[in-house]
């Protein structure tokens, strides 16, 4: 049985005092043994709210990592940094930072091998456009993202991955794939991961929806056999809706 999984992405949002501030009203949340429950902050506030969630059940996660421990590369973090505040997660490879910042299916995959050398868990982001989805191009795109993620990576090194799937047209937009929709393309990732590897770790695989998750139609969304959580945006930033999303 797949533990669902809810992580808050607040992508380039809230101060470290506000940071600190939401996290010390939902500590609770992690209180639910039934989900596993995480945030995703920006970079400043990791330590901060680390602090902050001490011995809360809630797991933080960072919104990006590099693949290098050190080095010339102004602006970046490096794994060893993220190890030593504690965090538990990465997300790597979210349609932002490849649609803004260039990221490729080969940094993904460099990340990806980077966060697992230091015992962090990968949350993987695969989507497709609106325009491939018309184009009938989307489970297209959907497997090439999905293989060369995880090329190198070996049978158990899956057990601590998680993959997100987030069709790019309906992030921070309002739409939503139909909850149909979305566990029809989930269950095409975890077929993929099948051919890839084995029955049982396809089955083993948690795989997320993120777009556009909100506490009205988060239900029906997890009601869905193949979903296992949701990588939440928006309403992740307000404590009522994220509850809400978490006790679903």
Not at 65 to 86: D, F, N, Q, R, V
Not at 167 to 174: D, F, R, V, Y
Not at 195 to 220: C, D, F, L, M, T
Request: proline share 3%.
């Amino acid at each position: 049985m797949r533990k669902p999984i809810i992580a808050g992405n607040w992508k380039m949002n809230k101060t470290i005092s506000e940071g600190i501030d939401f996290v010390n009203k939902i500590k609770d949340l992690g209180d639910n043994t039934d989900v596993e429950v995480l945030v995703c902050v920006p970079f400043v506030a990791l330590d901060s709210v680390k602090k902050e969630l001490g011995i809360s059940n809630i797991k933080l996660g960072s919104q990006n990592i590099h693949w290098e421990e050190s080095g010339a590369y102004t602006g970046e973090i490096s794994p060893l940094m993220l190890k030593e505040i504690g965090i538990d997660y990465a997300i790597i490879g979210h349609s932002e930072r490849r649609q803004y910042f260039n990221e490729t299916d080969e940094t993904v995959n460099k990340r990806v091998k980077a966060a697992l050398k230091y015992n962090i868990k990968p949350i993987i982001c695969v989507g497709e456009t609106l325009e491939e989805r018309e184009e009938n191009k989307a489970e297209e795109k959907v497997k090439t993202q999905v293989i060369n993620s995880l090329e190198g990576i070996n049978e158990n090194e899956m057990k601590d991955i998680v993959f997100a799937y987030e069709p790019i047209w309906a992030i921070g937009t309002g739409r939503t794939a139909s909850s149909e929709d979305a566990n029809e393309m989930i269950s095409f990732i975890r077929n993929i991961i099948e051919e890839k590897y084995n029955e049982k770790i396809a089955e083993g695989i948690r795989i997320q929806y993120g777009g556009s998750v909100k506490p009205g139609n988060v239900r029906e969304i997890m009601n869905q056999p193949d979903i296992d959580g949701a990588l939440v945006g928006g309403a992740s930033l307000k404590k009522d809706d994220f509850t809400d999303i978490v006790r679903f």
